[in-house]
């Protein structure tokens, strides 16, 4: 220990003089032995490099510009101590590192890497364990959070945090990461301007991704499969939906896409399979659907009450087992121009647009809404009954809520 000491005292007295020309080398059997070491002798712009080995270490600070890079895969440690890194700096890397046992509280958010007014960082490759919350990150802007893969054990909401969790926080991208077993995969409130691509969240207890009051956002290319509910997004606007999955969503209150108080948004080219809703939407306003694909779920659409000035046109229902549930008026949404795999009417003139139109809500659905347990006569001949009496006079439906213009064939598979 003692020549440990030396050689830290050399390593500062050169800090301070001529700064550093070439990386800071953590290694168990170095000179520098722990990053605790090592972020106490980096200067602004340093890299430090961490070398293979098991690092015991949490609470560490990162309080100034620097590189930490993992070589060979280190794993640090934190014990179930409480957070391992927190980063309170601009311009901050951290990749290749493997962080384990994040401590766990009933009051504190600790986190593998917490960042707190931290612009401009890069989290990048990194592998987070046993994590509570896995990258916690607020008041900071302009941030990359790329190719990491986060997991937990999380049991129950009360005692499990998120994978990836934003707060006032604006030009984030978050893009190729792996999370699975959280509270949340990730979670976005107050966020701005920001993307969330490529991820893949599974298998968590709540949502897949959940954001809140959160503007001019995109998510693109993601997978949402077996999660509580996949995707809740509540009380934004201008937000970009487009070529998503959503799949295995299920339980009695689950869906694939949760709208809450949204405005001025797009749903685009997106999958929807075997959830129990696809979409649930309500108070959502000027919202395109179109392209989207709705295989095998229970209810495709949930529509509730105040929803104006909606379009769905070109989407693709197949083999669900309802379509369309929908509560109040019509008002000016338009529902042309899509395919129905029920729809059994026929295009004389051959242009690919059946001659008679389509009557998306059924009856049935209309009951079971309103009395759940219902649903036990669904294959009943009764019902089949019901339904036709229904599409032939309109009592209970909207009789104006029509496809005018559905087509005669669907994607390919």
Request: net charge negative; proline share 4%; hydrophobic share 35%.
């Given at each position: 220990m003692?020549?440990?000491?030396?050689?830290?005292?050399?390593w500062?007295?050169?800090?301070?003089?001529?700064?550093?020309?070439?990386?800071?080398?953590?290694?168990?059997?170095?000179?520098?032995?722990?990053?605790?070491?090592?972020?106490?002798?980096?200067?602004?712009?340093?890299?430090?490099?961490?070398?293979?080995?098991v690092?015991?270490?949490?609470?560490?600070?990162?309080?100034?510009?620097?590189?930490?890079?993992?070589?060979?895969?280190?794993?640090?440690?934190?014990?179930?101590?409480?957070?391992?890194?927190?980063?309170?700096?601009?311009?901050?890397?951290?990749?290749?590192?493997?962080?384990?046992n994040?401590?766990?509280?009933?009051?504190?958010?600790?986190?593998?890497?917490?960042?707190?007014?931290?612009?401009?960082?890069?989290?990048?490759?990194?592998?987070?364990?046993?994590?509570?919350?896995?990258?916690?990150?607020?008041r900071?802007?302009?941030?990359l959070?790329?190719?990491?893969?986060?997991?937990?054990?999380?049991?129950?909401?009360?005692?499990?945090?998120?994978?990836?969790?934003?707060?006032?926080?604006?030009?984030?991208?978050?893009?190729?990461?792996?999370?699975?077993?959280?509270?949340?995969?990730?979670?976005?409130?107050?966020?701005?301007?920001?993307?969330?691509?490529?991820?893949t969240?599974?298998?968590?207890?709540?949502?897949?991704?959940?954001?809140?009051f959160?503007?001019?956002?995109d998510?693109?290319?993601?997978?949402?499969?077996?999660?509580?509910?996949?995707?809740?997004?509540?009380f934004?606007?201008?937000?970009?939906?487009?070529?998503?999955?959503?799949?295995?969503?299920?339980?009695?209150s689950?869906?694939?896409?949760?709208?809450?108080?949204?405005?001025?948004?797009?749903?685009?080219?997106?999958?929807?399979?075997?959830n129990?809703?696809?979409?649930?939407?309500?108070?959502?306003?000027?919202?395109?659907?179109?392209?989207?694909?709705?295989?095998?779920?229970?209810?495709?659409?949930?529509?509730?009450?105040?929803?104006?000035?909606?379009?769905?046109?070109?989407?693709?229902?197949?083999?669900?087992?309802?379509?369309?549930?929908y509560?109040?008026?019509?008002?000016?949404?338009s529902?042309?121009?899509?395919?129905?795999?029920?729809?059994?009417?026929?295009?004389?003139?051959?242009d690919?647009?059946?001659?008679?139109?389509?009557?998306?809500?059924?009856?049935?659905?209309?009951?079971?809404?309103?009395?759940?347990?219902?649903?036990?006569?669904?294959?009943?001949?009764?019902?089949?009954?019901i339904?036709?009496?229904?599409?032939?006079?309109?009592?209970?439906?909207?009789?104006?809520?029509?496809?005018?213009?559905?087509?005669?064939?669907?994607?390919?598979?």
């Open positions: 003692r020549g440990v000491g030396s050689h830290l005292a050399v500062l007295l050169l800090a301070c003089t001529v700064g550093w020309a070439e990386p800071i080398e953590v290694s168990p059997s170095g000179s520098i032995p722990t990053i605790e070491a090592a972020l106490t002798l980096a200067q602004d712009g340093d890299t430090i490099l961490i070398h293979p080995g690092y015991r270490e949490n609470g560490l600070k990162i309080e100034r510009p620097v590189t930490l890079r993992g070589v060979g895969d280190p794993v640090v440690d934190g014990e179930f101590k409480g957070t391992i890194l927190s980063v309170s700096a601009p311009d901050v890397t951290i990749e290749g590192l493997t962080l384990i994040v401590g766990r509280s009933y009051t504190s958010e600790f986190a593998a890497i917490y960042l707190s007014h931290s612009d401009r960082f890069t989290i990048r490759n990194n592998i987070l364990e046993k994590a509570y919350f896995g990258l916690h990150v607020e900071s802007k302009s941030g959070i790329e190719g990491n893969h986060i997991s937990g054990e999380a049991l129950e909401e009360a005692d499990a945090g998120n994978g990836v969790h934003l707060w006032r926080c604006s030009g984030i991208s978050i893009r190729d990461n792996v999370l699975q077993g959280l509270r949340d995969g990730i979670y976005l409130e107050f966020v701005d301007d920001s993307e969330v691509s490529a991820n969240s599974s298998d968590n207890l709540r949502y897949g991704l959940h954001f809140m959160s503007d001019h956002n998510y693109t290319n993601n997978t949402f499969k077996n999660n509580g509910a996949g995707v809740a997004v509540m934004s606007k201008f937000i970009e939906m487009r070529n998503n999955r959503f799949s295995h969503n299920w339980g009695a689950s869906y694939g896409l949760l709208l809450k108080e949204i405005y001025d948004a797009e749903v685009i080219d997106n999958e929807f399979e075997q129990s809703t696809g979409i649930q939407a309500d108070g959502s306003t000027r919202i395109n659907y179109l392209g989207n694909r709705f295989l095998r779920n229970g209810w495709a659409v949930k529509i509730s009450g105040a929803c104006y000035t909606n379009a769905f046109h070109n989407n693709s229902f197949e083999h669900n087992t309802f379509d369309l549930s509560h109040g008026q019509l008002h000016d949404n529902f042309d121009g899509n395919y129905w795999s029920d729809y059994t009417g026929y295009d004389l003139d051959r690919g647009v059946g001659d008679v139109p389509y009557r998306p809500v059924k009856l049935f659905s209309y009951i079971v809404n309103r009395t759940p347990e219902t649903i036990i006569l669904l294959r009943s001949l009764f019902v089949d009954l339904n036709f009496s229904e599409k032939v006079s309109p009592v209970f439906t909207p009789d104006n809520l029509l496809d005018n213009t559905p087509l005669m064939k669907g994607p390919v598979s």
